[in-house]
């Protein structure tokens, strides 16, 4: 009867065990990622620059505000791993966050994985990317690229303050550089 009583304690207990073991592998591997938080090798940052995350993945909401102090335009893109549209862009994602370290943020975020990431901007389709001047206001297109790729402008309801700039749909890469391009990023 004693043996019985151990082995209905010990048997969820190793349960809870292994669970736990399991969740801990998967989300350290969900949290490493193959690009680094820090410029590549080669690339000196000035000052102002130190500390800034350059990773292109991100796990959680992006603070535009803290990202704009360091005055630098700003891509993030909101899509999924396994979106067809979404897997298009992710080369030429990565080869402009590669690039454009210390110049640009170009930022992804997973918004099947981390759904909450997306709380704080107009996202309805994926991929939309959501882009910011290097001064930190929503980006204004010229005319002529918005004759070229569609924006989306949005606005405060009360204020009319121009609240955001997105671009919905996937983007190849000549678009892609042209925005950055456009945003004073090179």
């Not at 009583?5 to 949290?31: H, T």
């Not at 535009?64 to 994602?93: E, H, N, Q, R, T």
Request: with cysteine; glycine share 8%; hydrophobic share 40%.
């Amino acid at each position: 009867m004693k043996n019985k009583k151990w082995v209905q304690i010990l048997v969820p207990a190793l349960i809870c065990v292994v669970i736990g073991g399991m969740w801990m592998v998967k989300n350290r591997a969900e949290n490493t990622t193959d690009d680094t938080s820090t410029p590549q090798s080669g690339i000196v940052l000035p000052d102002e620059l130190k500390g800034a995350d350059f990773g292109l993945r991100e796990t959680e909401a992006v603070d535009f505000a803290a990202l704009s102090g360091y005055g630098l335009p700003i891509l993030v893109d909101y899509g999924a791993d396994a979106c067809i549209p979404c897997k298009a862009m992710a080369p030429v994602l990565e080869k402009a966050n590669k690039d454009l370290q210390g110049k640009a943020f170009v930022k992804f975020i997973n918004v099947w994985d981390y759904p909450n990431a997306v709380n704080n901007v107009p996202v309805q389709v994926i991929p939309t990317q959501v882009l910011f001047s290097a001064d930190g206001t929503p980006f204004v297109p010229s005319d002529e690229l918005s004759k070229e790729i569609q924006f989306d402008l949005y606005y405060h309801k009360t204020t009319g303050e121009h609240i955001f700039t997105v671009h919905q749909g996937g983007l190849n890469e000549e678009q892609m550089w042209a925005i950055l391009k456009e945003m004073g990023a090179e």
